[in-house]
């Protein structure tokens, strides 16, 4: 079990103002930010990352949409990282997601669904190393 996890506040909540109050909930809810970049993703970045979804029929779409705007890229800090973290944000469908949730109040929809948390312990730091190199980590 690791005490980090990787998270990216998506183009729909960094467009429509929402960035502040999710890292403000993120930093109340007890995780420390150990790297944050914002950034724009090109369609080859954003497909790289979602390699893994290459196969499936919304590929295409999530990589259009994780590439039309600027994203916030961060590594998260707290004992039960991963686990704390996917509780934090919610259910991916946020009408699904429960009260309070990251997704149940800034998604507008399981394709517009606000922040990414990584779903595993391999996956976070697979994400992290996308995204952050050892010199941009405290």
Do not use: C
């Not at 469908?93 to 990414?116: F, Q």
């Amino acid at each position: 079990m690791s005490n980090r996890t990787f998270t990216m506040i998506k183009p729909d909540a960094y467009s429509k103002g929402h960035s502040g109050l999710i890292l403000d909930q993120i930093i109340r809810s007890g995780f420390r930010i150990v790297a944050m970049k914002m950034t724009k993703l090109s369609l080859e970045k954003a497909g790289e990352f979602y390699a893994i979804h290459k196969e499936r029929p919304f590929y295409g779409e999530l990589v259009d949409f994780m590439s039309s705007g600027p994203i916030i890229a961060a590594i998260l800090e707290k004992p039960n990282a991963v686990a704390d973290f996917r509780k934090l944000i919610g259910a991916t469908d946020p009408a699904k997601a429960d009260a309070g949730t990251i997704r149940k109040l800034y998604a507008a929809s399981v394709g517009e669904n606000a922040i990414h948390g990584s779903d595993s312990d391999e996956n976070a730091k697979i994400e992290s190393d996308f995204f952050f190199s050892g010199l941009e980590r405290v």
